[in-house]
Nanobody, 125 residues
Framework: EVQLVESVGGSVQSGGSLRLSCVGS????????VGWFRQAPGKAREGIAY???????FYEDSGNGRFTISSYRANSTVFLLMTNLKPEDTGTYYC???????????????????WGQGAQVPVFS
């Protein structure tokens, strides 16, 4: 059974950094791309960053410049390094895995086959 498990190293104050991890079991990130999504309190889920099965990263505007996605495919792990965090970055962060034919499909969350349970990220001002 495919599982994705997110973890985060605690909470942080505004301006700080955190690294999220997404570990997959029974899945190869050499075959599936991975996306990080965020759902802030009271808001819709939004895409943040994506990494293709070939290891190519790309970002939505919300994640560009401050967030870095990377993968360690040998261990089926994808990371999201978040820097210069702001209170508005608070939310639940999800990783998800997808098999797509074009990069444009990464932003379509209904295309994703597998989702993690989410990790809470509070950013204090």
């Amino acid at each position: 059974e495919v599982q994705l498990v997110e973890s985060v190293g605690g909470s942080v104050q505004s301006g700080g950094s955190l690294r999220l991890s997404c570990v997959g079991s029974d899945i190869s990130f050499g075959e599936y791309g991975v996306g990080w999504f965020r759902q802030a309190p009271g808001k819709a889920r939004e895409g943040i960053a994506y990494i293709t099965s070939d290891g190519n990263p790309f970002y939505e505007d919300s994640g560009n410049g401050r967030f870095t996605i990377s993968s360690y495919r040998a261990n089926s792990t994808v990371f999201l390094l978040m820097t210069n965090l702001k209170p508005e970055d608070t939310g639940t962060y999800y990783c998800a895995a997808v098999w797509v034919e074009s990069d444009a499909e990464y932003a379509e969350d209904d295309k994703y086959h597998y989702w993690g349970q989410g990790a809470q990220v509070p950013v204090f001002s």
